[in-house]
């Protein structure tokens, strides 16, 4: 069953400091996104992409954040100067046209944490 | 503004009895739903989903309802099993071409043995 990969599945860093995050979504899946979990809430969208350009992102998305997909496989999140609230779990995920139900699919994350 | 919410964020049930977990949702406007499962480190899992101009879909163990006069989603697992134990959360995707989903809070579903 193809799947969305994240790495890597845990990521400390010195808040200030910039992180990427990487993201393997389904190979024939035209849109991605990343959402995030802050411990013990709820998933938050933060953008989505397509076309090789951002569709939608959320207040939370900003300028601090950008994504990219740089080659036919990748796509990435980067997060410029991290601060101690930007400490979550990270979800990639990518869906096909339709969007729906088995076609929206969710990586395991990575979980980020800002020391 | 527009929330997805659950009514409940703990729910213990034995195992073999049915489990009902339920929403509310505030869009109006939503016209598709779906419940995930997330298990510890991982990553929301796809249970079942419905669209607004249904009330009801079953599919294996599990039923979704939705009720759009009260704005209301659950979802019921027949015979909980202990592989059930996990956070479920509904999300809704707004009409038209956004595609990002907006997760309720999740509950807490614990299988006693």
């Known amino acids: 069953e193809p799947e969305v990969t994240q790495t890597p599945s845990h990521q400390v860093t010195q808040m200030g400091q910039e992180v990427i995050l990487r993201c393997v979504p389904i190979?024939?899946?035209?849109?991605f996104y990343w959402y995030r979990q802050i411990l013990g809430q709820k998933v938050e969208f933060l953008v989505s992409?397509?076309?090789?350009?951002?569709?939608?992102k959320s207040e939370i998305f900003d300028d601090q954040f950008s994504v990219e997909r740089p080659d036919g496989s990748n796509f990435t999140l980067k997060i410029r100067s991290t601060k101690l609230e930007d400490s979550a779990m990270y979800f990639c995920?990518?869906?096909?046209?339709?969007?729906?139900?088995?076609?929206?699919?969710f990586g395991s994350g990575t979980r980020l944490t800002v020391v | 503004g527009e929330n997805v919410g659950l009514h409940l964020p703990t729910l213990s049930v034995q195992e073999g009895d049915n489990s009902i977990i339920n929403c509310a949702y505030s869009n109006s406007a939503s016209d598709y739903f779906i419940w995930y499962k997330q298990e510890s480190g991982k990553g929301p899992q796809f249970i079942i989903d419905?669209?607004?101009?249904?009330d009801k879909r079953q599919g294996q163990r599990v039923t979704v309802l939705l009720n759009k006069t009260v704005k209301h989603l659950s979802l019921q697992i027949a015979a909980t099993q202990p592989g059930d134990s996990a956070v479920y959360f509904c999300?809704?995707?707004?009409?038209?071409?956004?595609?990002?989903?907006?997760f309720g809070s999740g509950t807490q579903l614990t299988v006693l043995p």
């Open positions: 995920a990518s869906s096909d046209r339709a969007g729906r139900g088995y076609g929206y699919t």
């Open positions: 992409f397509y076309n090789n350009e951002i569709s939608e």
């Open positions: 999300a809704e995707k707004g009409s038209g071409s956004a595609r990002q989903l907006t």
């Open positions: 419905i669209r607004s101009n249904m």
């Open positions: 190979s024939n899946h035209l849109y």
